[in-house]
Each structure stands twice: as structure tokens, then as C-alpha cells.
């Protein structure tokens, strides 16, 4: 597709009707094209005129349903400003790749991210899930590696890869079951009875390796337990699946 | 003339308010969230209901909308758009999502269905505020072009990509790209959308 075939995608991106390869083909010149920026945020601003003009009130009950589920959420916080670092990393990596990396990095695409995030965000975000793909490999291959398999949930097998010498745990688990909406998966390291969070296990884990958040230190295991979006600061569930780490 | 087609009725400018509610929102108070759900929690029903058609579906992607929006209020740009843009942004992106996925139904793969139920707002409302702007928006959406017309209500109102358009109205997949942008352009225009 050439350039200026993609300064023509700002009316179909805002309307949601690019598919998904073409729409981050069209993010990817949106980071860098300042006119196509500038006529998506007035597209966008008149396509929700359409919305404007349907508008109907829901039902009276969802006010108290939606007021009560968000105590329950936990809010992101707001946006690091990492630039200075992140613009090294951008001008040494090759686009093609970067384009790639954003496509599988931003999930959910499209532009109610471009509308909150910033091109850097994106980058940084990018960076990140490349790094961490990189250390997953590593901890994987890591030539002390340890594996221990355990039981999670009522049919689903956890796998457990840890080194010591990288001091990362790797997580995987063959088809967890689907979560009700407002749920996820949340991993921790047991430090000797204190469970520490150590990340989600992002679209419900899907014979995914996920690399644990945060270093081993020398947690004596693991755990996972289902908690509500976003995660939980300490377990609020019991464990569907424990396993010790081996020694 | 421009500036009063701009400006919705009745709601002396909501969205300085909005950013303002919604700053504390990000900050993680509950009562001002409630404020803000009261403000855009309409608009965000409507849109999915017009997109989705099943009523209790609608609740469901209108409940998940609005938590994404407590969830990731901090995030708000407001160098990328009003508020309320950024909500039906993202309600119409759950919507679309939901139908594409629920692709098998039937009613989507018949075309006089689809082409029947345009545009979807010949519902009576009583908001004198919604109904207002919906004048405005058919007004200014008679100036479009029977294509551009119908490109921008099947993408918008039924969830459609550019593909699916140009399959139904049997034109060339690059005039669709173009009618889809042109379409809006002339929207934009005729309702004084400024950003
Ligand atoms: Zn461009």
C-alpha cells in the first residue's frame, strides 16, 4: 500500500472498519504523519455526533451494578514519561520491526488507544513486550533451568520454569478455563508463606509461557489464583494451583 | 449559524465539566465517576444498542465500556479529543468487536436486513437534547451522497468494514475507502465539528 493510500484510511479508522492488518498498517503511519493525526481526532470527533444522535438511557439497575463492580477494579495509573530512553531505543530499531512489535503489543488496537496513548507510550510499551519476550526465551533456555508441573483449576496442568541463575520464573498452563467477564488469572511467588503478586496471565492463558513479573528472590513457590480485572495487591481467592519451586 | 449547530442545546459546554470530573475520576473518586456515568452512559447505551440491536447484550458491552472507563480514566488524552468522544470511541469498538465475533448470526448475512434498518435512530426519543441533535445529524447527513450516506451509517451504525460495504453495495474496495473519509469530511463540515 502506498502513502498516499494510507493518508485515505483516516475515514474507515475511525469508523472501526479497517481490518486488523491494515488498521496497524495505518497506525504505524499515523505515529508519523501529523495531517492524518490532525483529521483523525476531527473524524473521530464527528463520528461521535452519530453516537450523539442514538443516544437512549439504559436501564436504571446497570447504574448501581456499574457503581458497585468498580470498587472492585483497580484502576491504571497514569502514563510514565520515559522519553529521553525510549527515543534512543526508536532510532536504532528498525520501523518494520517496531510496526510489527506495536501490532502485537497494543491488543486491543485502534482508536480509543491512539486516543489515550502516545506514539512514545506505544514505543515503550513495544520495547517492553520485546524485552520481556526476550528474557521469557532466555529463562526458557537458561542452561540451569528447573521445571515442576502441578494442577491448576479443576482439568488444566501449570508448568513451571525457573532459574536461578537468571533469577525469572516462567508460567505455563495448557487451557485454563475461560474467566466470567470482570476476572483474570493472577500469578504470585511465594516468599515462605507471604504471597508477592507477580503478574496476570493475559487473554486466559492460552498454552502461553508467561514470564513471572519481578525477580525469583528465592520464593519457595508459586501460586495462582483468579482475581478481578486487574489484579489484586494480595490474593482475595483461594489458590487454584500451588506448586514449590524445585530445589 | 455554524457555532449553534455545534454546540448541543441545552448543555452549556458538558465537556470542560467532564474533563474536570473525570480528572478526579482518575484519582479514584467513586462519586465523581457516578457523575460522569450519568453523563455518558446514554449516549454509550444507545450507540452499542444501535450497533448490537439485542437488549441484553447492549447492557453487557455498555457495563464493560463504562468499567474500561473507570479502569483506565488516568490514561484520558485530552490533546486527542473530548471526552465523550473518547467513550463512544471505545463503546463503538466493543460494539464492533461483539457483532464481528457473533459474525455467524443471521441477520447479518442478509443484506435487505442490513440495508432495511438504515439509519437506526427512526426511534422516538424524548430527550429534547437527543432529539435535537438528531435533527442536526440527518440534516446534515442529507447533504451526503446516497453512497457516502450509507458507507458511513453501515461502518458506523451497523459495524461493517470498508469489505463488508464494499461486498453490500457492490462498489470498488478504494471507493468505499474514499467515501468513508469524504462522507465524514462533509459531516464534519456542515455540524462545525472543530478539534
Ligand atoms: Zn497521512
Redesign the interface.
Same mark, same amino acid.
Given at each position: 500500500m502506498s502513502t498516499a493510500d494510507l493518508h485515505t484510511c483516516t475515514g474507515a479508522y475511525v469508523l472501526h472498519a479497517l481490518p486488523a492488518a491494515e488498521r496497524d498498517r495505518f497506525e504505524g503511519h499515523l505515529a508519523d504523519c501529523e495531517a492524518c493525526a490532525q483529521e483523525v481526532k476531527e473524524l473521530a470527533a464527528t463520528a461521535q455526533r452519530l453516537g450523539l444522535a442514538v443516544a437512549a438511557p439504559p436501564p436504571a439497575e446497570l447504574r448501581a451494578r456499574v457503581l458497585q463492580q468498580i470498587t472492585t477494579v483497580r484502576q491504571e495509573p497514569p502514563r510514565l514519561p520515559a522519553r529521553a530512553r525510549v527515543r534512543a531505543w526508536t532510532r536504532s530499531a528498525p520501523r518494520l520491526a517496531l510496526a510489527a512489535c506495536l501490532a502485537a503489543a497494543v491488543a486491543l488496537g485502534g482508536v480509543a488507544v491512539w486516543q489515550h496513548q502516545s506514539a512514545e507510550d506505544a514505543r515503550d510499551r513495544a520495547r517492553r513486550v520485546e524485552q520481556q519476550a526476550a528474557e521469557l526465551t532466555a529463562v526458557l533456555a537458561a542452561p540451569d533451568a528447573k521445571t515442576v508441573t502441578g494442577p491448576v483449576g479443576g482439568d488444566s496442568t501449570g508448568t513451571v520454569v525457573v532459574s536461578e541463575e537468571r533469577n525469572r520464573a516462567a508460567f505455563l498452563a495448557s487451557s485454563l478455563p475461560d474467566l466470567p467477564a470482570g476476572k483474570t488469572y493472577q500469578l504470585w511467588f511465594d516468599d515462605k508463606g507471604t504471597m508477592r503478586p507477580a503478574g496476570l496471565v493475559a487473554g486466559g492463558g492460552r498454552n502461553e509461557a508467561v514470564l513471572m513479573d519481578g525477580p525469583v528472590d528465592g520464593a519457595s513457590g508459586m501460586g495462582v489464583t483468579v482475581e478481578p480485572e486487574g489484579g489484586s495487591p494480595r490474593p482475595t481467592t483461594e489458590p487454584i494451583g500451588q506448586m514449590a519451586f524445585p530445589t | 449559524m455554524r457555532a449553534a449547530e455545534s454546540s448541543?442545546a441545552g448543555a452549556p459546554s458538558p465537556d470542560g465539566d467532564l474533563e474536570a470530573r473525570l480528572t478526579e475520576v %482518575?484519582r479514584?473518586d467513586?462519586a465523581a #465517576?457516578?457523575v460522569v456515568?450519568?453523563a455518558v452512559?446514554?449516549? =454509550? #447505551? *444507545? &450507540?452499542v @444498542?444501535?450497533v448490537l440491536r439485542d437488549p441484553a447484550q447492549s447492557?453487557?458491552v455498555?457495563?464493560?465500556v &463504562? =468499567?474500561e472507563l473507570? !479502569?483506565?480514566?488516568?490514561? #484520558? !488524552?485530552p490533546d !486527542?479529543?473530548?471526552v465523550?468522544?473518547?467513550v /463512544?470511541? /471505545? %463503546?463503538? @469498538?466493543r460494539a +464492533?468487536d461483539r457483532v464481528r465475533s457473533a459474525e455467524a448470526s443471521a441477520a447479518r448475512e442478509h443484506k435487505a436486513a442490513l440495508l432495511d434498518q438504515l439509519p437506526?435512530?427512526d426511534?422516538v426519543?424524548e430527550?429534547v437534547?437527543?432529539r435535537l441533535?438528531?435533527q $442536526? +445529524? $440527518?440534516r446534515c447527513l442529507r447533504t451526503l451522497t446516497g453512497l457516502q450516506r450509507e458507507a =458511513?451509517a453501515l461502518?458506523?451504525?451497523r459495524? /461493517?468494514?470498508?469489505?463488508e460495504?464494499a461486498q453490500l453495495l457492490t462498489v470498488p474496495l *478504494?471507493t =468505499?475507502?474514499? $467515501? &468513508? $473519509?469524504? *462522507? &465524514?469530511?462533509r /459531516? !464534519?463540515d456542515c455540524?462545525g465539528?472543530? %478539534?
Open positions: - | 448541543p %482518575a479514584g467513586q #465517576f457516578a456515568y450519568d452512559s446514554g449516549p =454509550v #447505551f *444507545g &450507540l @444498542r444501535s447492557e453487557e455498555t457495563q464493560e &463504562l =468499567v473507570w !479502569r483506565t480514566a488516568a490514561r #484520558f !488524552r !486527542r479529543g473530548s465523550m468522544t473518547w /463512544l470511541t /471505545l %463503546a463503538h @469498538r +464492533v437506526a435512530y426511534e426519543t430527550q437534547e437527543t441533535e438528531q $442536526r +445529524v $440527518r =458511513v461502518a458506523y451504525y459495524g /461493517l468494514t470498508y469489505r460495504v *478504494g =468505499v475507502k474514499t $467515501r &468513508l $473519509r469524504d *462522507g &465524514l469530511i /459531516l !464534519r455540524l465539528v472543530s %478539534a
